[in-house]
């Protein structure tokens, strides 16, 4: 921490537990030759031993305190370093079979998943830290009080896995929440169904736009009762009990 204040706006908290740095990078498991991306690197808590395990590392740092301080420690042919936003950053840009890593900051992590889910094909896996409260909504199952828009747009896209549980006092300094690693590996192209992912976003934001209501009232305007009917669909259900599938044979629906 020496040398620099963590940036409130930059949701900067920065992981200092050796045991917990060590299970991550385990986890990830990067090879030699993989095209890693740190997303927020930071002081380098993760950065310096997936060098150890990579022949170059690439990161995206928006603070142009760490980005000098990076530049400083690190030669360019070992990290390559990516100036900017990752809410605005083209992944693309980098290459294809990428490995995503990354502390994200927690006040952007939902628009961020949503983000980096649009480069699902240029990805091999991500591996992220996130309030622990946003990894439940991501796992969360049809019935559960967690499940919801993040929840069935990300299980349409990937596999997730929740990994690792990281208590606030890994941090410094430490948020006021729980925080938890989780695994997402993108499903490949033929799994994916939706004739129309943008009628899916559509369809999935308006039923939890007011989860507590029917989807006869929810998604009023965007289904009608003949088409609850022709995809046998109980109008009476709540958001939170259709599970994945059942919101895309609605958007294939529309799409016909």
Same mark, same amino acid.
């Given at each position: 921490?020496?040398?620099?204040?963590?940036?409130?706006?930059?949701?900067?908290?920065?992981?200092?537990?050796?045991?917990?740095?060590?299970?991550?990078?385990?986890?990830?498991?990067?090879?030699?030759?993989?095209?890693?991306?740190?997303?927020?690197?930071?002081?380098?808590?993760?950065?310096?031993?997936?060098?150890?395990?990579?022949?170059?590392?690439?990161?995206?740092?928006?603070?142009?305190?760490?980005?000098?301080?990076?530049?400083?420690?690190?030669?360019?042919?070992?990290?390559?370093?990516?100036?900017?936003?990752?809410?605005?950053?083209?992944?693309?840009?980098?290459?294809?079979?990428?490995?995503?890593?990354?502390?994200?900051?927690?006040?952007?992590?939902?628009?961020?998943?949503?983000?980096?889910?649009?480069?699902?094909?240029?990805?091999?896996?991500?591996?992220?830290?996130?309030?622990?409260?946003? !990894?439940? *909504?991501?796992?969360?199952? #049809?019935?559960? +009080?967690?499940?919801? &828009?993040?929840?069935? /747009? =990300?299980?349409?896209?990937?596999?997730?896995?929740?990994?690792?549980?990281?208590?606030?006092?890994?941090?410094?300094?430490?948020?006021?929440?729980?925080?938890? !690693?989780? *695994?997402?590996?993108?499903? #490949?192209?033929? +799994?994916?169904?939706? &004739?129309?992912?943008? /009628? =899916?976003?559509?369809?999935?934001?308006?039923?939890?736009?007011?989860?507590?209501?029917?989807?006869?009232?929810?998604?009023?305007?965007?289904?009608?009762?003949?088409?609850?009917?022709?995809?046998?669909?109980?109008?009476?259900?709540?958001?939170?009990?259709?599970?994945?599938?059942?919101?895309?044979?609605?958007?294939?629906?529309?799409?016909?």
């Amino acid at each position: 921490m020496k040398g620099h204040v963590a940036r409130k706006r930059f949701g900067q908290n920065f992981l200092i537990d050796r045991g917990i740095i060590g299970a991550i990078v385990s986890a990830i498991d990067p090879k030699r030759n993989d095209t890693v991306v740190e997303i927020g690197p930071g002081l380098g808590a993760i950065t310096i031993p997936l060098l150890e395990r990579v022949d170059r590392l690439h990161v995206v740092e928006i603070d142009r305190d760490l980005i000098a301080r990076l530049k400083k420690q690190h030669s360019p042919e070992r990290l390559s370093i990516h100036e900017g936003d990752a809410l605005a950053f083209d992944f693309a840009s980098i290459g294809s079979d990428l490995r995503l890593v990354g502390n994200l900051p927690y006040n952007i992590s939902t628009p961020l998943l949503f983000h980096l889910a649009s480069y699902g094909q240029q990805v091999r896996d991500m591996h992220f830290m996130l309030q622990k409260e946003v !990894v439940e *909504r991501m796992v969360a199952e #049809p019935g559960n +009080a967690d499940y919801g &828009r993040l929840s069935v /747009m =990300l299980q349409y896209s990937f596999w997730l896995e929740w990994l690792i549980d990281v208590p606030p006092e890994s941090f410094d300094p430490p948020p006021k929440v729980d925080s938890a !690693v989780v *695994r997402l590996i993108p499903k #490949p192209l033929e +799994a994916l169904t939706a &004739r129309s992912p943008a /009628m =899916l976003e559509k369809v999935v934001q308006a039923a939890f736009a007011q989860r507590r209501k029917m989807l006869r009232n929810t998604l009023k305007g965007v289904l009608d009762e003949a088409g609850f009917a022709a995809l046998s669909i109980a109008p009476t259900l709540r958001p939170e009990d259709l599970p994945v599938e059942d919101y895309v044979r609605i958007a294939n629906y529309l799409t016909r």
